[in-house]
């Protein structure tokens, strides 16, 4: 008998089936990491994200009661509110832009999700993929600024409101709002998600009701 009978598989030993849904969409997720982080550091800050670091840089107070446009700035405040936190840890170019590869990251899952639920498990994994190699994307998950975060809050709210709807559910109809009323605290533009939500209810109002 040789030593490889003895010894099973490290698949085997650890039941990963390397065919699984969770398994193909771990390495998606995997991958996009890893493109995210490529060269994240590689160019220097560029005017916005120096211009958001110095504004998060203040009090919380402070960034509350400056309006964006105090500052330069067009945005509402939610996202200057984590990267305060975000810097107490460091200021370095690398840690400052890996909250926006922490949400980029995200985004990818949250867009498996929502494929999931309206289509087919091919959707949400093609809508996942795309997602994960977009160089779009990508290059915004690079730069310590709002729009990952915009786009996480986004599909999020645009996910909950889907399943609030259809499941009428009061759990779904929470975090809905929760992610709307933080979407609006972090971009402009979403008041055009939130508009189109509603025109999208109202027409379908006897389906729904």
């Known amino acids: 008998m040789y030593i490889t009978d003895k010894i099973p598989s490290l698949s085997k030993r650890f039941k990963i089936d390397i065919y699984s849904p969770n398994t193909i969409l771990s390495l998606i997720i995997v991958t996009g990491l890893i493109l995210r982080l490529y060269h994240l550091n590689f160019r220097s800050l560029n005017f916005d994200e120096a211009n958001s670091i110095a504004f998060a840089k203040n009090s919380i107070t402070y960034i509350l009661d400056k309006t964006p446009l105090s500052i330069g700035d ?10 305060h936190f975000h810097i107490s840890v460091s200021d370095t170019e690398l840690w400052v832009r890996f909250i926006s590869v922490f949400f980029g990251v995200i985004v990818i899952h949250i867009t498996y999700l ?6 087919d498990l091919r959707t949400a994994m093609l809508g996942a993929f795309l997602v994960m190699v977009s160089p779009f994307l990508i290059s915004y ?17 645009i996910y909950f409101f889907i ?3 259809d499941m ?12 709307s009323i933080l979407n609006l605290y ?9 508009f189109a939500e509603t025109i ?10």
């Open 74 to 83: 067009l945005h509402p405040p939610f996202f200057h509110i984590l990267l």
């Open 141 to 157: 998950s690079q730069e310590a600024r709002m729009y990952p975060l915009f786009t996480l809050l986004t599909i999020s709210s």
């Open 168 to 179: 009428k559910s009061k759990r779904y109809f929470l975090w809905f709002t929760i992610f």
């Open 186 to 194: 972090t971009h402009y533009i979403a008041f055009f998600i939130l």
């Open 163 to 165: 399943k609030a709807i």
């Open 114 to 119: 929502l494929g999931r639920y309206l289509f």
């Open 200 to 209: 999208f209810f109202i027409i379908n109002w006897k389906r729904y009701q």
